[in-house]
């Protein structure tokens, strides 16, 4: 009932930055909590951040302080601001939108995903 697209991703030098966008649609009054995973060649999928309908976030240590997770529900968009990056921050980047609160959905999963965008951070 609920799709996600992403989009923004691309390739940027170490130290640069790069904003994500996802767009919702079908039953986009019925979400909750949206959020951001990600996933590496060899590592495991990680939830990068995570945010409520009301905007309590909610960060991986790995990206706290150079990362902002914000949404629009109006527009049923939710961003993600990536600063400071890293080459370790490479990865495929997944949105997803759940029903639940953010901490429900953390906890079980996400209940939408879109397909990914890839993100590829040059040392």
């Known amino acids: 009932q609920v799709q996600l697209v992403e989009s923004g991703g691309g390739l940027v030098q170490a130290g640069g930055s790069l904003r994500l966008s996802c767009a919702a649609s079908g039953s986009i009054f019925s979400i909750d909590a949206m959020g951001w995973y990600r996933q590496a060649p060899g590592k495991k999928r990680e939830l990068v951040a995570g945010i409520s309908r009301g905007g309590s976030t909610n960060y991986a240590d790995s990206v706290k302080g150079r990362f902002t997770i914000s949404r629009d529900n109006a527009k049923a968009t939710v961003y993600l601001q990536m600063n400071s990056l890293k080459p370790e921050d490479t990865a495929v980047y997944y949105c997803?939108?759940?029903?639940?609160?953010?901490?429900?959905?953390?906890?079980?999963?996400?209940?939408?995903w879109g397909q990914g965008t890839q993100v590829t951070v040059s040392s």
């Open positions: 997803a939108a759940d029903r639940a609160d953010r901490i429900i959905a953390a906890l079980r999963g996400y209940e939408y």
